[in-house]
Nanobody
Framework: QVQLVESGGGYVQFGGSLRLSCAAS????????????MRWYRQAPGKERELVATITSADDTTTYADSVKGRFTISRDNAKKMLYLQMNSLKPDDTAVYYC?????WGQGTQVTVSS
């Protein structure tokens, strides 16, 4: 059974940085992890879930929501089965629970809180 576990969330002041990690496990074959696009989503209280960033499986092409473009960077390490989200210049509007996804699997989320 595939499992995704996010970490790295926390409390940070306006303008600060955090690096989120997502550890994947449960693959029958080590190569399976690299075959799927991965994404970070976030959901703030009372708001709809938002797709934050995507990284493809084929060539690591990345795309970002306009709200985070230029501040966030998504990356992956297929050998370690890890997904990352480097978040810089954080704003209170970035406060949310952040989730990583692989295929149809979701992690449990990690809370990011940015104070003004």
């Amino acid at each position: 059974q595939v499992q995704l576990v996010e970490s790295g969330g926390g409390y940070v002041q306006f303008g600060g940085s955090l690096r989120l990690s997502c550890a994947a496990s449960g693959f029958t074959f080590n190569s399976t992890f690299s075959r799927f696009t991965m994404r970070w989503y976030r959901q703030a209280p009372g708001k709809e879930r938002e797709l934050v960033a995507t990284i493809t499986s084929a060539d690591d092409t990345t795309t970002y929501a306009d709200s985070v473009k230029g501040r966030f960077t998504i990356s992956r390490d297929n050998a370690k089965k890890m997904l990352y989200l480097q978040m810089n210049s954080l704003k209170p509007d970035d406060t949310a629970v952040y989730y990583c996804t692989w295929a149809t699997y979701w992690g449990q989320g990690t809370q990011v809180t940015v104070s003004s």
